[in-house]
């Protein structure tokens, strides 16, 4: 099974900082790699698909890039609402893998 | 609107089974690949089975696979997680997911199983 790392596990930030969330692949994956934000008693949801396409009616403060093994979601100006969980999936197996998540927590 | 509504949870005693169903509306269920995703309390997301359009095919993670069944019935817009023998690890919060464009799109509200003596 392809193994999904993320760095940090958890970090603490300022509004309007900029964040950046690192994942990385034990194999190439090329741009099979999805972002979530999952805030407490909240079901995730979807941020960024393919590495880097923004799902619809997320804000333009998110954007992803990568490919191969090394990902990474950045938060351009940090926000509120944007306190919370982040994790990457990836679908380039049949076995659609989760990071272990990210926590964003108010410095 | 697109709506996920899991049900079937509860407690259930190690070695025993339970059936989870989630209930869609708001889109063409049979279209779509669906998923079951599960996340233990305070700890982070796991992906546990996903389902082709027809249910002619299914994955499953390795620490489910022989003990949980996933199906859908198109015609009832409903997915399904049969759970036999359980865990006391099986413990967590069970989410159904539709999946578009290789991501998953929309989610349902989770549903509770408990695995306890």
């Known amino acids: 099974d392809i193994q999904l790392t993320q760095s940090p596990s958890s970090l603490s930030a300022s509004v309007g900082d900029r964040v950046t969330i690192t994942c990385r692949a034990s194999q190439s994956i090329s741009t099979y790699i999805n972002w979530y934000q999952q805030k407490p008693g909240k079901a995730p949801k979807l941020l960024i698909y393919?590495?880097?396409s923004l799902q619809s009616g997320v804000p333009s403060r998110f954007s992803g890039s990568g490919s191969g093994t090394d990902f990474t979601l950045t938060i351009r100006s940090l926000q509120f609402e944007d306190f919370a969980s982040y994790y990457c999936q990836q679908t380039y197996s049949a076995s659609r893998t989760f990071g272990p998540g990210t926590r964003v927590d108010i410095k | 609107e697109v709506q996920l509504v899991e049900s079937g949870g509860g407690l259930a005693q190690p070695g025993g089974s339970l059936r989870l169903s989630c209930a869609v509306s708001?889109?063409?269920?049979?279209?779509?690949?669906m998923h079951w995703v599960r996340q233990a309390p305070g700890k982070g997301l796991v992906w546990v089975s996903r389902?082709?359009?027809?249910?002619?095919?299914?994955t499953y993670a390795d620490s489910v696979k022989g003990r949980f069944t996933i199906s859908r019935d198109n015609a009832k817009n409903t997915l399904y997680l049969q759970m036999n023998s359980l865990r006391v690890e099986d413990t967590a919060f069970y989410y159904c997911a539709r999946e578009a464009r290789l991501a998953l799109d929309y989610w349902g509200q989770g549903t509770l199983v408990t695995v306890s003596s």
């Open positions: 708001g889109f063409t269920f049979g279209s779509y690949w």
């Open positions: 393919s590495a880097s």
């Open positions: 389902i082709d359009l027809d249910g002619s095919s299914t």
